[in-house]
């Protein structure tokens, strides 16, 4: 039995459309400057997934208070091939989780994680 001459060209427009997929929904590397604007008591959850994204996880507790969690990095380590100051980039020295607290009505009550 033969293969069809066009199941090549299918296998790689499938692994292409599968690897699109996965990066959609990719979330971003929250950095501290993105957070230095969100005030507890005053910033909502509309205001901080539209500067920062979709969550990497959204918890719902039974009190209606949400937790939204996002990928953190801080600090530099500057180990860079070239120097920061020459153009070259430096990397962050530290990863963990950032949370971000809502109440019942959207607006947020508490960050935790960001240092």
């Known amino acids: 039995m033969t293969r069809p001459k066009t199941a090549p ?8 459309m599968l690897f699109l997929t996965a990066c959609s929904d990719s979330p971003v590397m929250v950095e501290p400057d993105k957070i230095a604007g969100f005030e507890p008591g005053k910033t909502n959850q509309t205001e901080i997934v539209a500067a920062l994204g979709k969550p990497l996880e959204i ?30 980039s430096s990397h962050p020295s530290t990863y963990g989780m950032i ?13 935790n994680g960001a240092k």
């Open 99 to 111: 949370s971000f607290t809502y109440g019942p009505s959207g607006v947020l009550k508490e960050i």
């Open 9 to 16: 060209f299918a296998t790689a427009a499938l692994a292409t």
């Open 59 to 88: 918890i719902t507790q039974a009190d209606g208070t949400k937790i939204d969690q996002y990928p953190y990095a801080h600090g530099e380590s500057g180990s860079g091939i070239v120097p920061a100051f020459l153009g070259g």
